[in-house]
């Protein structure tokens, strides 16, 4: 049939339809193997604890995904083109016709993919993940404004379209060239080798198996790894990793499956839990009791909490007062006055997450921005407070429309979310920048709250959140830092010597206003009977590189400083050597506040003893949920463990784990199972209970 010239018609069309696409595929597999290259170039930590072969194997395996993803993208069209082969010839005309547009708009997406994926590693250190979606969830407005003056976003738009440009010309050349007809058996073999070719690469093998997630562990060191997934690979990963976050499967136990455990019993026996016959008996032990406190049942104390946009503990380790002062008039309260706690992680990687982690306890993020956040949960850390007659307020620097927090919160056990507006009413001179309020208004505000509050002999329980020591990292125009020397950093810098600096300033900024409300509290006398806690919602973006698995403590790193005055101290005394996480800081302060009083369980009381204290936390990392860290070493991807041993204050891969550090695992595990079934039930109860 190939000799008939209507025939013939459609098979050149077809096979210039396949020479194009070959080539284009080969050329975006090109681009985004010298994206990764230059990634490595940019973000590669010195030294780098990994082989040569270990590199070569994530460009390898980084290649055989971006293979996948062009045969995905591109390999379609083919398919359909030889479908139309046996068809009219203009319906293959006119398909080709429409592929010259498709393939513009494909490498476009790769190539915008790639360069995103750069520029949120270098932020972010690593891939795209979930946070990528925050786009739409935070301030859209804000987050636009930030990109704008951050990045070279024109220069950016004129490089993707030379990318895009020269792919095209490339794809295109020497397409008018004549070429020889091929018989009917070389065109048969032409096109079923064309086609199991792309299914190949669909597919990423061959095999019984596909090429997964799995496969882009391809190291012990976790900035290896993090260079297997290209940015179109990582978007796709970030989207399947916002589906797990949700609840999901109606199953309450789906998360408990998922760790290894067939009931909560189970997960509660690995505990050494006893007495733990029934799911009811389990949820009992999961209601702890206040120890009882004299002193708070006689003068109930105010509780403060400050959470401190990206106040990391990594750039502590540069501070020097007369030099680099990073902590301005926090100073006397971090080194003197209050608990400083250096080994301490956040619950998760982002603001939001890591507001939901402290606040409800839930490793399901984001949760009161789904269907069942119109639940109040149990694990809510201000239902202790409201049952026991506080005024429990949440106040921010920006908008309470930030992610919905003034509903959400409300629903949660708090009285009042407060934010730039109510600020603005109070202290109309307050002036701030793209995010909402500079930070010393929301601590002026904080401060008046509570001097109002103990005139009224009111209780108060108050959350804060800053907003300053955030892109586009700015300082107010009255205020003048105290010296700062960005080279301190040495090589530990991510960024120019005067981006770094702003950053410092900003980061600087936080800490002094912070220190000048405790300050102005303790002269007027209420930090006799306030207990205190501040923490960084997160790591310090940008300023330095967390890229290593040595550096899980600084890449997760966040400083925890508690004030618990003497007489609400008992005997207890802080331990401030102890593996801590943000799940540490409402139990500790419960348990200094409330006379035993009800409470959910989660976390520890950090001035009580523990046998093998651990930070446990709902990150991520190595491709699964959960970091616990200790003594022992560290663990993550709790359902499938990756270990890490401590050699010298550094963490190391280890294929053969210690007992100590497995049995850290395994009692990280059943609590991380257990915790994502009491959050799943009681989301999935009401929503059975609404619905009937």
């Excluded at 309450?252 to 009811?280: H, I, K, N, Y």
């Amino acid at each position: 049939m190939y000799n008939d010239s209507v025939t013939i018609s459609r098979w050149q069309h077809w096979r210039e339809l396949n020479r194009q696409l070959w080539r284009l595929g080969l050329i975006g597999v090109a681009t985004l193997t010298l994206m990764r290259a230059l990634l490595l170039w940019v973000n590669v930590p010195t030294p780098l604890d990994a082989s040569q072969g270990e590199v070569f194997d994530a460009f390898w395996m980084g290649l055989r995904f971006d293979a996948k993803i062009m045969a995905v993208l591109l390999g379609p069209w083919l398919l359909i083109a030889t479908a139309l082969l046996p068809l009219p010839r203009y319906l293959i005309a006119a398909w080709r016709r429409v592929w010259l547009a498709w393939a513009v708009a494909i490498m476009a997406l790769v190539n915008v993919l790639a360069l995103i994926n750069h520029f949120f590693f270098g932020f972010y250190q690593g891939p795209i993940n979930a946070l990528i979606f925050g786009l739409f969830e935070d301030d859209t407005q804000a987050v636009l404004e930030t990109v704008w003056s951050d990045y070279p976003l024109v220069p950016l738009v004129v490089a993707l379209v030379g990318m895009t440009g020269t792919q095209i010309a490339l794809m295109r050349r020497g397409r008018r060239r004549a070429r020889a007809p091929l018989g009917p058996a070389r065109a048969t073999l032409l096109v079923v080798v064309s086609l199991v070719a792309l299914i190949g690469l669909g597919r990423g093998t061959l095999g019984t198996f596909p090429l997964r997630e799995m496969h882009m562990s391809v190291s012990g060191n976790a900035f290896v790894n993090d260079l297997v997934p290209s940015g179109p690979q990582a978007l796709y990963l970030a989207w399947k990793e916002r589906g797990v976050d949700a609840i999901g499967s109606d199953d309450p136990e789906s998360g408990l499956t998922r760790f290894g455990f067939a009931s909560p019993q189970a997960a509660a026996r690995a505990l050494g839990w006893s007495q733990v016959d029934t799911p009811g008996e389990v949820r009992e032990r999961m209601q702890r009791t206040t120890p009882e406190r004299p002193a708070a049942a006689a003068r109930p104390p105010h509780v403060v909490v400050s959470v401190m946009e990206s106040w990391g503990r990594r750039p502590m380790d540069f501070d020097d007062p007369a030099h680099n002062d990073l902590l301005g008039h926090l100073r006397p309260w971090v080194e003197d006055k209050a608990d400083y706690f250096p080994h301490a992680l956040s619950a998760e990687n982002g603001t939001h997450p890591s507001l939901e982690g402290m606040l409800l306890d839930t490793p399901i993020s984001p949760l009161t921005q789904s269907r069942h956040g119109y639940h109040r949960f149990s694990t809510s850390v201000a239902l202790p407070y409201e049952r026991a007659g506080y005024r429990t307020v949440f106040l921010t620097a920006g908008s309470t429309q930030w992610r919905n927090l003034d509903d959400a919160l409300k629903r949660q056990g708090f009285d009042e979310v407060l934010g730039e507006n109510a600020i603005r009413e109070r202290f109309p001179e307050a002036r701030g920048s793209t995010w909402g309020l500079y930070d010393e208004w929301m601590f002026r505000y904080g401060e008046a709250l509570l001097q109002e509050a103990e005139a009224n002999g009111e209780k108060v329980m108050l959350v804060m959140l800053s907003i300053t020591n955030h892109p586009p990292y700015r300082i107010p125009e009255h205020y003048d830092p105290a010296p700062l020397d960005v080279s301190r950093l040495g090589d530990a810098l991510a960024v120019s010597p005067a981006f770094g600096t702003s950053i410092l300033e900003t980061y600087q900024y936080a800490n002094d206003s912070m220190g000048r409300f405790l300050n102005r509290l303790e002269d007027a006398g209420l930090m006799d009977h306030t207990l205190f806690a501040a923490t960084g919602d997160h790591n310090s973006r940008s300023l330095v590189r967390y890229p290593d698995a040595h550096d899980l403590f600084d890449q997760f790193g966040v400083p925890i400083l508690m004030w618990i005055p003497p007489r609400y101290r008992g005997q207890g005394e802080a331990r401030t050597e102890d593996w801590a996480s943000h799940r540490d800081i409402f139990p500790t302060l419960w348990a200094h506040s409330l006379s035993a009083a009800e409470v959910p369980w989660m976390g520890r009381d950090l001035y009580a003893p523990t046998t093998s204290p651990m930070a446990l936390t709902f990150n991520r990392q190595d491709g699964g949920q959960g970091l616990a860290i200790g003594a022992a070493g560290a663990v993550t991807h709790l359902a499938d463990p990756t270990f890490y041993r401590w050699s010298q204050g550094v963490l190391h891969a280890d294929d053969s784990p210690s007992p100590a550090l497995r049995d850290q695992a395994r009692h990280a595990r059943a609590r991380m199972a257990l915790e994502d079934w009491r959050i799943r039930r009681e989301a999935l109860q009401a929503e059975h209970t609404e619905t009937h």
